[in-house]
């Protein structure tokens, strides 16, 4: 397979005869959202043991990874693997050729993997301010970034109220993912 549309092409002529698995929160979701919406079948093998999972997918016995990128670094490295799209809005910078689910016609399937800091609820606005300053100077530092982006992931250093508005947009996203899948209180 070398993208999303040959693996629907192919989980569609060979219903519930591939096998995936997944990470433990959003990918799991995202993926099967996918799968429902498009009614394909596939079968669904859960690890406890991430490695035993890596190296099943690895070896070709899990056909489908849906996962952080570090995560499938080491089969895709090893040629065992290939990485079909990524999740989030816009091209990794350390994968330029790989397209966006969104390029790939599962624009469904977007979703921003975010971490940040938080604070307390009456944080004072000035000491708000000055942290994020603090982590954007940090964000900056080329050794920093380039350690951050080898892991797969994007350096976005945003403002307090952009990070806000990301989290509304990705608990809407959820949301969206709950009805497809039918699931109750995920968003609580």
Do not use: C
């Not at 989980?11 to 799968?35: C, D, I, N, T």
């Not at 508005?165 to 990705?170: L, T």
């Amino acid at each position: 397979m070398r993208s999303l549309q040959e693996l629907a092409e192919l989980a569609r002529a060979k219903p519930g005869e591939l096998s995936w698995s997944s990470g433990p929160s959003l990918p799991h979701f995202v993926f099967a959202a996918m799968l429902a919406r498009h009614g394909l079948k596939q079968v669904y093998i859960p690890y406890r043991d991430a490695s035993a999972q890596q190296a099943d997918f690895g070896e070709g016995r899990v056909q489908i990874l849906s996962h952080a990128l570090l995560s499938v670094r080491a089969p895709v490295l090893a040629g065992n693997a290939r990485i079909l799209a990524v999740t989030s809005p816009e091209r990794q910078p350390s994968l330029p050729d790989v397209p966006t689910v969104a390029e790939s016609g599962f624009a469904e399937m977007e979703i921003e993997g975010l971490a940040g800091l938080f604070g307390w609820r009456d944080m004072p606005p000035a000491l708000r301010d000055r942290i994020s300053a603090d982590v954007k100077a940090v964000a900056a530092d080329p050794l920093v970034r380039s350690r951050i982006e080898a892991s797969g992931a994007q350096v976005l250093g945003g403002t307090p109220t952009e990070f806000s508005a990301a989290i509304e947009r990705q608990r809407t996203r959820i949301e969206q993912i709950s009805r497809v899948l039918d699931l109750k209180n995920v968003a609580r």
